[in-house]
Structure formats: structure tokens, C-alpha cells
């Protein structure tokens, strides 16, 4: 990479604070009132899998940066049917022991040999795949339950104009 | 239909909330006080609060330690770590510098990864980039990083529960030891002794970050203490805190070692004894306190740090069979806290120079017979 030596330090400061910025959605005006959305996520139990400021249960994503890596399009889907927004790499299994116990969580790791998962308790799981009896992958499958007919849209504007104003720590 | 749907899920999400419920306290502070009756987990940096750091695990011996195959390997992008791991239910907690990882103990595979990035402008002086390892309480692990942070980390997923700056790194400070974590709290120490800092012991509160007290290894104007140093020697006498110490439950004390006097091979600026440098000091756990020290080496001029792990024991002083004092101060001090406190009716009065001297009487009957041992045991050079 060629240093950049024809570029003032007002320039460098500009182009770094561009490079910055992408990938991060840009904010929105949007409707509803984040005050009464973030009552409607306590309400609703978000925090018993999402983990935001802190506070919560980190069995499913973080969300204390949710509005900066998503648009208010993308969490109003999310909240509406989330099996539509899985992302690329999660994956949902359920494996059955030798024991005849079946245990259900996300995947955090696999190779030909092992797999790992995380249950919704937060209990890590570490499996040598020849010695389960079956390993079902339930694509398309997500633990997260759909919110659209849970909340009115009054509701769920706030709630998504509440996620969305989370932009990370500072 | 619609409204079907909507009161079946009015209906089941109780259900599904009640199936995913806010992480339980996973490691309390009584199974830390317990850590012996989980001889397969590593529940604190040194295995116990008392700093013993003995496994009584047998499966690795003597016999066959030389048959040893690597089984995986898990490597930081960075140079170097030099953690002892958290141990938890097969689940290994490891530090690098600025990260940490939870691994599957069987796999090596990483369950999370967590990273802060080390700032550009920041500079180890005396010591290379490294970390120690993590603290556990309930569901966090706390970590010390170089650029003096202390995070709280979910022990679940690797989210940030808090942040807490407990240090300038523009200053000199830096953090490299592992946390130690008592009831309620967790204490750390910094690194910086050769780069002209105030050395100090600070203790956070584990639940919100918020800072709970803070001891200055060189004691303030007006301080007791104080006196040992000359002119503004104590604004830069270092005495840095930078391996982990004790803790005993039941006294609710905090020993803690405290590194050399700066700058650290030649004394000519810092006239005196250079109070608490070379020393071990003991705190009151909810305060901060200093209840009493001990100086191994008065304005030390060797870099005779006395930043070894304090290892706890209790017995009865007055026996006759007692004769358990190491020999060499950088290698191990053992203290006799509860006999200490026990025998404090006994105690004797304060040495004078040139041998090493104790603050208050509550310590003395140990430390008579730690200083009634051959003078030049007790002025070993390190090793």
C-alpha cells in the first residue's frame, strides 16, 4: 500500500472517518417513541436471551450495537418471522447422546471429527459426532420466537425504533 | 386465523421464556472458597483463595510426565500469554494480551472469542505484551488488559457486561496480572515499575464495575508511611502490584505483594526506606485498609520485587514443631494470618534497620521467627 503522502491531515482524518463508517447502518427517522420500546423489550423478556448494555443472558446475539449493524428494516423482519433473517453461519442442531438424552442448542463450532453447542441455559456442549446417536441440523430454524402477531404495530414501531437507536458503547 | 396465532403465542411465549431463563450464577463465591472439593476445575488464579496453586489431580505424574503428546494447541494472534486458565466444568477461560477465549476442553475449539484492541499509542516498558490470565464470579470473567481496563465478560458468550478504567496508560500503567476475585468484588494490580508510575490496589465491585477502593502503594503526604521518601520521590517511587495475590475468607484480608522502588537500581533520588515497595501488604477487604506489611528489603537498590504469589496457611504458632519459614523471600512467603491475629497478645515490638520491619504487632509472632532466622537467609538476593 503506497503511503499516502499527498493527503493533508484534514484528508487522512476525513477518509478514515469514511472507512469507519461503512458497514455501520446509517441512522433513521423512524417511528414510534424508544422510550416506551425499551419498557416493551423489558416486557416482553427480551433480555432472557439477548444480552444489551450489559445486562441480559448472552445465549442469543448481543444487541447493544444492534442499530448500527442493522437497519430498521432488517429488525422489523427479524421481529416478524426471524427464521426469514438467519444469519449465514447460525445453525440450530439437535443431537441425541448414546444416553438417549437429545439436547437442542446453536452451534458454535464444528469439524469432521466434533461438534460444540450452547443450549438455552447457556450449557456448552462438546460431542464427538461417532458417538451420537443421530445429529439433526435444523436449518431454517431459529430459537427465537416471532413477535409480529405478539405486538401491536404501535408496539413493535417502538420496539424497533428502541433497537435501532442502540448504536454500541461510546 | 390471525388472532389464532396471535393468542397461541400470546399463550406460549410465558412458556418459552420460562425454558430460556437469565444466566444462573454459575461460579459463586462459595464454591471459590471450596475450590477443594473440584479437584478437576481451576476456580482462581493460584486454584485457591489461600494461593496454594495444588492440584490433587494424580493422572499426570512423576511416572509419566515424560509421555506427554500435545493433544491441540490454541494460539493468540499475539506473541505471547503466560495464563493460568480458569478451569470450569471442562470449559478453559484463557487470556492473552487485550483477549480472551473460553475453550472446549476436549477440543481446543474456541466457544467465544473476545478482543479489545490495543491502542497505537500504547508502550510496555519493562515487560513485553502478555496477560496472566482471567478471574470467574458467578456468570463474568473479568480481565485485566494492557491499556488498563478491567472487563467484565459474560462467562457465557463473551459480551461485555461492564467496563471499568482503572488506570492512564500514558501514564506508565499497565495491566498484565490476572484479577483476583473475592465475595463481591474483584481487586487488581498494576504493571509500570520501571516507568515511573504510583504503584496502587484497587478493588471493583463485581456486579456494577464501580470502584470500591483504591490502596497507593506509596503512601500520600500526611500518610503514614510517607516519611520514607524524600522530596517528590513518591510521586514517581513505582511499587507496582503485578502478580496476583491472597485472600482469606474468613479474616476478609487481602495480601497482596508490592514491587520495587523506582527507579529501581539506584536509590541516590529516593533517600529512605521507600514504604511499601518490597513488601507484602495485608488489606481490609471492604475498605482497603492496610491492617499490616511486612518489608522485605528497606530502599531496595536490586529490583528485589516481592511480587511473589502470597501463600496462606494456618497453624498453631506456638508449637514447638513449627519451622515452616522458606528461606528465600523472592521465591515464597508463607504468613500465618489467623495465628497472627490469634497471638496477637504476644506480640513483640518493632524491629530496627537493618532487618525487615512489620507496622503493627498483629503479625509479629510469625514474623519474629521469620526474622530470627540467619541474617543472610533472610537478605537472599532473587534467583
Not at chain 1, 461438534?115 to 458417538?131: A, C, H, V, W
Not at chain 1, 445429529?135 to 416471532?146: A, D, F, I, N, S
Not at chain 2, 494480551?97 to 508502550?123: E, F, K, Q, V
Not at chain 2, 475468607?249 to 505483594?257: A, F, M, N, S
Amino acid at each position: 500500500m503506497p503511503e499516502a503522502w499527498y493527503l493533508s491531515q484534514e484528508e487522512i482524518a476525513s477518509v478514515a472517518a469514511y472507512v469507519r463508517r461503512l458497514g455501520n447502518v446509517v441512522p433513521e427517522v423512524l417511528p414510534g417513541d424508544p422510550a416506551r420500546g425499551k419498557a416493551i423489550y423489558a416486557r416482553n423478556g427480551c433480555s432472557a436471551c439477548h444480552i444489551l448494555d450489559g445486562e441480559g443472558s448472552g445465549y442469543g446475539p448481543e444487541l447493544t450495537d444492534a442499530g448500527a449493524r442493522r437497519g430498521s428494516a432488517r429488525l422489523r423482519e427479524t421481529l416478524q418471522n426471524p427464521t426469514k433473517t438467519i444469519p449465514e453461519k447460525f445453525l440450530f442442531v439437535e443431537a441425541a447422546t448414546p444416553s438417549g438424552q437429545t439436547i437442542r442448542g446453536i452451534r458454535l463450532n464444528e469439524d469432521s471429527f466434533t461438534i460444540q453447542l450452547k443450549d438455552q441455559q447457556g450449557r456448552f456442549y462438546s460431542f464427538r459426532k461417532s458417538e451420537l446417536r443421530d445429529l439433526k441440523k435444523l436449518r431454517g430454524e431459529t430459537p427465537m420466537p416471532p413477535y409480529g402477531s405478539v405486538l401491536s404495530p404501535a408496539d413493535l414501531d417502538d420496539l424497533i425504533h428502541f433497537l435501532a437507536s442502540q448504536r454500541g458503547k461510546p | 386465523m390471525k388472532r389464532l396465532e396471535q393468542r397461541l403465542w400470546i399463550f406460549l411465549l410465558p412458556l418459552f421464556l420460562l425454558s430460556c431463563p437469565a444466566t444462573f450464577a454459575q461460579v459463586p463465591f462459595e464454591r471459590i472458597v471450596n475450590a477443594d472439593k473440584e479437584p478437576g476445575n481451576w476456580l482462581t488464579y493460584s486454584r485457591d483463595l489461600q494461593g496454594h496453586r495444588f492440584s490433587p489431580l494424580t493422572e499426570i505424574n512423576t511416572q509419566n510426565v515424560s509421555q506427554i503428546k500435545v493433544k491441540w494447541a490454541f494460539q493468540f494472534p499475539d506473541d505471547r500469554t503466560e495464563v493460568s486458565p480458569i478451569v470450569i466444568d471442562s470449559v478453559l477461560y484463557i487470556t492473552g494480551p487485550n483477549s480472551a477465549a473460553a475453550l472446549d476442553g476436549r477440543t481446543g475449539r474456541a466457544l467465544w472469542t473476545c478482543r479489545r484492541p490495543i491502542p497505537s499509542d500504547y508502550h510496555s516498558i519493562g515487560f513485553g505484551h502478555t496477560n496472566r490470565g482471567p478471574a470467574v464470579l458467578d456468570d463474568k470473567l473479568f480481565v485485566a488488559t494492557l491499556d488498563g481496563h478491567l472487563l467484565a465478560l459474560d462467562l457465557k458468550s463473551g459480551a461485555e457486561r461492564w467496563s471499568a478504567e482503572v488506570l492512564d496508560y500514558k501514564l506508565g500503567y499497565s495491566m498484565t496480572m490476572a484479577p483476583l476475585a473475592i465475595d463481591g468484588k474483584v481487586v487488581v494490580g498494576v504493571s509500570g515499575g520501571e516507568a515511573g508510575i504510583r504503584g496502587f490496589i484497587d478493588a471493583y465491585d463485581a456486579k456494577t464495575g464501580a470502584q470500591a477502593w483504591r490502596f497507593w502503594t506509596i503512601p500520600g503526604p500526611n500518610e503514614p508511611g510517607h516519611e520514607t521518601w524524600s522530596g517528590d520521590a513518591w510521586k514517581t517511587g513505582s511499587g507496582a502490584t503485578w502478580v496476583t495475590g491472597a485472600y482469606d475468607p474468613e479474616l476478609k484480608l487481602v495480601y497482596w505483594g508490592v514491587g520495587n522502588p523506582g527507579p529501581d537500581w539506584n536509590g541516590d533520588v529516593r533517600p529512605g526506606d521507600n514504604l511499601y515497595t518490597c513488601s507484602f501488604v495485608a488489606l481490609d477487604a471492604a475498605t482497603g485498609k492496610l491492617r499490616w506489611y511486612f518489608q522485605f528489603s528497606p530502599h531496595d537498590t536490586h529490583d528485589w520485587d516481592a511480587t511473589h504469589v502470597p501463600m496462606l496457611s494456618t497453624r498453631k504458632l506456638a508449637a514447638q514443631s513449627a519451622n515452616s519459614a522458606p528461606s528465600r523471600t523472592e521465591t515464597l512467603f508463607t504468613t500465618c494470618s489467623t495465628a497472627a491475629r490469634e497471638n496477637s497478645s504476644r506480640a513483640s515490638p518493632m524491629p530496627s534497620k537493618p532487618g525487615p520491619r512489620v507496622s503493627t504487632p498483629k503479625a509479629a509472632p510469625f514474623l519474629r521467627r521469620i526474622m530470627s532466622l540467619p541474617k543472610k537467609e533472610i537478605s537472599s538476593g532473587p534467583t
